[in-house]
């Protein structure tokens, strides 16, 4: 189980604030690559590799992203 403390939980929000402006404001074709990429990233390591506009969110999004996978790393059952 993962816990998050109340700085973590406000650096949250700050995140996924900034990251839903971002992603809003891509052309809409860009928009589901930039959710993909983020979420392959966050949940199996593979960083994307086409170019294209979504990879200005995902770079925006990489160091919290990193974040993620480390403390859930931290965290296994394993």
């Known amino acids: 189980m993962i816990y998050f ?3 973590d ?3 949250m929000n700050i995140f996924y604030s ?3 402006t971002a992603v809003d404001c891509l052309p809409d074709e860009e928009k589901a690559r930039a ?3 983020a979420f ?5 390591g593979i960083e994307p590799t ?3 506009l979504y990879m200005a969110v995902f770079e925006f999004a990489r160091p919290y992203l990193d974040y993620l ?4 790393g ?3 059952d394993e």
Do not use: V
């Open 74 to 76: 931290e965290n296994t």
């Open 35 to 37: 959710l993909q990429s």
């Open 9 to 11: 939980m406000f650096y």
């Open 5 to 7: 403390d109340d700085i």
């Open 40 to 44: 392959k990233y966050l949940f199996e």
């Open 18 to 20: 900034g990251f839903s």
């Open 50 to 52: 086409e170019s294209g």
């Open 69 to 72: 996978r480390r403390i859930a």
